[in-house]
């Protein structure tokens, strides 16, 4: 009999992921987490019964989370990042000399499970001295700090269950204050052809705290529906009207190796479709 994962995310379409061995199940106190096997995506973690990572597409979710807010700043020391408990986000950040980086997720146990796992994700970033790992609660931890960081990356599950507060308009306010001057936020956005409400949720409060506020978009082929939206606020207009030129110099001169980023992929994953624009911007 084949096995099969059933997303169940979306309320008219699933993703259905052939199950080829099942690797770890638990419910935690916090998430029911699962690890299995599949022939096209490789490895697979899930959430509460929605695909957070794999594998075999994690290199395009993850480069594009890093190094589009990175090499747009092109002056970052210090990045913070939300959630990310395996370790994907961390790795890329940790390809940029110089850089040090601050993880805080609310669940150990995705963290300990990834790097037995998914060793590949995290490719040895915990171990990583300039990598702080704080196990917390994102919001609490935003609140109190009094640290700053040029890059805040909420790399966070969608808008149920814990995922949720991370989407609030007091949590983005307190991000807003951990950010160094001309910081950049960016957040994990969904999927805007099956998360319309999501994107302009996020949208509108997003927008009346920062100067400038928009998204950029990826194909993530695990996350059903389409294209994924990245969010990205900051008060400074500038990172994202860079030339190609720009972005190139910035890239070499980080001297990172991509599977999947490009300057030219950068710049072009800011320009919204229309049908996309018009959710950020009708009136009802
Ligand atoms: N965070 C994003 C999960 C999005 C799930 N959505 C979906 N399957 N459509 C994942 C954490 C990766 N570091």
């Given amino acids: 009999m084949i096995e099969l994962f059933d997303e169940g995310l979306h309320s008219g379409v699933n993703l259905a992921l052939k199950v080829d061995k099942v690797l770890y199940r638990e419910k935690t106190e916090l998430q029911d987490l699962m690890i299995f096997e599949n022939s096209t ?3 697979v973690m899930s959430l509460d019964g929605a695909v957070q990572t794999t594998e075999k597409d994690e290199f395009i979710y993850h480069e594009m989370f890093v190094h589009v807010p990175l090499l747009a700043h092109g002056a970052v020391r210090r990045v913070l990042i939300i959630g990310g408990g395996d370790g994907g986000a961390a790795r890329q950040v940790m390809k940029h000399q110089n850089v040090e980086a601050t993880l805080v997720d609310i669940d150990r ?4 499970l990834s790097q037995q796992y998914m060793p590949t994700i995290s490719g040895g970033a ?5 990598l702080k790992l704080v196990i917390a609660d994102g919001c609490e931890f935003v609140r109190q700090s009094e640290e700053v960081w040029e890059v805040i990356i909420i790399d966070s599950t969608d808008p149920h269950g814990p995922g949720e507060v991370l989407y609030t308009q007091e949590f983005y306010a ?7 001057e001309g910081g950049i936020i960016v957040t994990q956005n969904g999927v805007p052809f099956v998360q319309e409400s999501e994107l302009r949720t996020s949208y509108d409060r997003l927008k009346t705290l920062f100067t400038d506020v928009g998204f950029y978009l990826a194909a993530i082929p695990s996350y059903v529906g389409g294209v994924m939206a990245y969010g990205w606020a ?6 994202r009207q860079h030339s ?3 972005l190139a110099g910035n890239y070499i001169g980080s001297g990172i190796e991509t599977d999947y980023y490009t300057p030219e992929v950068h710049q072009a994953a800011f320009a919204l479709p229309l049908n996309i624009q018009k959710i950020l911007t009708s009136e009802d």
């Avoid at 146990?109 to 300990?112: D, K, L, N, Q």
């Avoid at 915990?126 to 300039?130: A, V």
């Avoid at 900051?234 to 990172?239: C, G, S």
């Fill in 41 to 43: 995506f490789g490895r």
């Fill in 109 to 112: 146990t995705v963290i300990e």
């Fill in 126 to 130: 915990f171990d990583d001295p300039r």
């Fill in 174 to 180: 307190d991000c807003k204050s951990c950010l160094a």
């Fill in 234 to 239: 900051t008060e400074e207009k500038r990172h």
């Fill in 244 to 246: 190609l030129a720009t």
